[in-house]
């Protein structure tokens, strides 16, 4: 079955770093675009960064920047690499995969920025 697996979130200053990955397993990583979500308290789910099989990457206006995704095909992984962490990048952090037109999710990674 599909599998999704956030790690790598916690605790870190405004202007700080972080990088999350996701670890997959049960579908063809290399043939599906890759996405990574966050959902903050009160507010809905919204779009961070996505990844195509071919490796083009979009990004939503609040993150363009300061944040990159990448994918590594040989070990089924996506990452999101986050810099100059502000306070409303606060959230859960999801990775998400379409697939014949069913959305997967992972469990989630909650990223605090706060001094």
């Known amino acids: 079955q599909v599998q999704l697996v956030e790690s790598g979130g916690g605790l870190v200053q405004p202007g700080g770093s972080l990088r999350l990955s996701c670890a997959t397993s049960?579908?063809?990583?290399?043939?599906?675009?890759m996405d990574w979500y966050r959902q903050a308290p009160g507010k809905q789910r919204e779009l961070v960064a996505s990844i195509s099989r071919t490796g083009s990457t979009t990004y939503g206006d609040s993150v363009k920047g300061r944040f990159t995704i990448s994918r590594d095909n040989a070990v089924n992984m996506v990452y999101l690499q986050m810099n100059s962490l502000k306070p409303e990048d606060t959230a859960v952090y999801y990775c998400?995969?379409?697939?014949?037109?069913?959305?997967?999710w992972g469990q989630g990674a909650q990223v605090t920025v706060s001094s």
């Open positions: 049960g579908f063809i990583f290399s043939g599906n675009t």
């Open positions: 998400k995969v379409r697939i014949w037109g069913d959305d997967y």
